[in-house]
Every structure is written in structure tokens, then in C-alpha cells.
């Protein structure tokens, strides 16, 4: 039990994918905001999945994918589940990537409805030109992944997209945790070196920066326009190698309140169900106005909402 209201009633907890829209709905939402799901160019997908066969990003532990399928029954699936409003988040992991990756997500955006218009930047020559084209074009959402990536964050290539991003306010996720295996750019200290810098720049810090959950939640904590995606924690298989410090709960817990917590669940590159995620929310037991803000309202304030999107376009 929490320590807010002994009377609060019992906050359900999913136990399979069929009974995630009873917790949504039990929460009185119309639906779930999903920040952190992937879709991108077939191709890449299959690379991305061939490397998870290999255990890459759990550092040889066994990882199947569990939600294998094409983009259209992935699309239908989170529709089923209620998930509103989602990205389709990719990242060049090299040189010349960003074009094709930003041309292909702008237009599935497109053709989906409730998908975030998704982007992606790499520091290179040229840089400044296509984030500028992908902005122009609507991007709602970046994705940049430091540790596949190998990139220093504050390389100065990316100094004046930083600054456009900050001006046009268009958030971007960050994965900059050390898992599943850091480097030198991974990790709270540069993420901390550039927002000293551009102190209104509004970053997802991808994962709630597992391991390093403290300083990551100091972050948020310190500039107000840096959130937090759940993305893997406080399900099952994380709590056993990584686990959440209860400590924190409170602050994490102020934070989702004021609007700095966002539901993530890294669908379809997942190796157990999606209602896993939203079970591992619950069992924090941080009270139903908590799950609200992070499930729904925290990401329609960021993004705005997908159910007025629809009321327009139909």
C-alpha cells in the first residue's frame, strides 16, 4: 500500500494483453499515450530483430521478440489495446541514414492515425538542413539512441540543431542510459553537460535512464522541460536485474504529477507482453491520478491530443 491514502481503491493490474483496456478504462481514460513504440523501414526492422536473436540487448540473456509482425497487424494490435497515440520512433545509427529513416516515418504518420510524426538526426555534414526539412514537415518527436549510436550528444555538429530543436519545442527521446552496455557517451553527465547549455531543450530520457535512476530524476527535476519514459522499467524482468529504488517512489511520484513522467514500452521489441509494462506501473502503487498523468495526460499536454486529431479527420 501507499502511504498518500489508505482508502483509495485497488488499482488493476493487467495480467495479459486482453485485459489492458479494463485498466484503462477502470482509470476513467479514453485510451493509452504511448511515447516510446517502434516502427520503421522493413529492412531495418529485420536487423534490429536478427540482433536481438543474438541477445544483444541483453548482453547474451535469451530476448524474443514477442510482437514479430508486420506494421499493419502491429498497428491493428495497438489499436485493440487502445494505445491512441504512439510513436514510430527510428535512429541512424550511422552517417546518411536520416534522410531515408526521417522520409519514411513522416509518411507512415501519415497514413497512420494517432502515429506521432517521427524524426531522427546524426551528426554529420548537413545536419542542420534535414532537421530544419523534418521540423518544416511536422516532426512531433525525435529519436536519437546514444548508446547503438556511439555519439557524443554534445558534439558540436549538433550544437545548432540542439538550439532549433529547444526553439520549436519538439521533444526528443533519448536513450542515454548505459544499458544495455555504456560507453563514453552514455550515462547522466552528458545529457547533464547539454542542457546546461540549452537549458529549455525538452528531453524523453529513454528507460527512466536505468541504471542510473537518481540522476536521471534529478535531471527532470532540475529543468522543466525534461520528462521521463518508463520505457522496460518496473516490469517483472527489469525489477530482478534493475531494480527501481523505492526510495525515489516519492519523487517519482511528484514528478509524474507535475507532468514529467511518460508512458513508454519500447512495442514491438519486447520480450513479454505489453500489459507487463502497465502491470509494472501499477504495482508501484503510487494511486490512480499517478497513472492517469502517465498512461494519458502527461503525452496530450506534451503532444497534444489524438482524439481531437481524429474528430478533425473524420
Sequence with gaps: MNDWDDDEPVIPVPADDSEVPSFWRALGLPGLADVHVHFMPDWLMRRVWAHFDK?????????????RWTDDERVAYLRQLGVRQFSALSYAHKPNLAVELNEWALEFARTTSGCLRSATFYPEPGVTGYVSDALTAGAQVFKIHVQVS??????????PVWGMISDAGVPVVMHAAHIPVGN?????????????????????????????????????????RVTLDTTMAFTSFMEQIIPFPRD?????????????????????????????????????????????????HNSVALFGSPLAVATETH
Design 55 to 67: 541477445g544483444g540487448p541483453s548482453v547474451g540473456l535469451e530476448w524474443k521478440v514477442r510482437y
Design 150 to 159: 556511439k555519439f557524443d550528444p554534445n558534439a558540436p555538429e549538433l550544437d
Design 184 to 224: 563514453q557517451h552514455t550515462g547522466p553527465n552528458p545529457v547533464g553537460e547539454l542542457l546546461s547549455r540549452h537549458p529549455r531543450l525538452p528531453v524523453v530520457l529513454a528507460h527512466m535512464g536505468m541504471p542510473d535512476y537518481e540522476p536521471f530524476l534529478r535531471l527532470a527535476e532540475q529543468y522543466e
Design 248 to 296: 525515489l517512489l516519492p519523487r517519482l511520484r511528484d514528478l509524474g504529477l507535475a507532468g514529467r513522467v511518460l508512458l513508454g514500452s519500447d512495442f514491438p521489441q519486447i520480450p513479454w507482453s505489453y500489459a507487463e509494462q502497465l502491470a509494472g506501473l501499477a504495482r508501484l502503487d503510487l494511486d490512480e491520478d499517478w497513472l492517469r498523468a502517465v498512461c494519458w
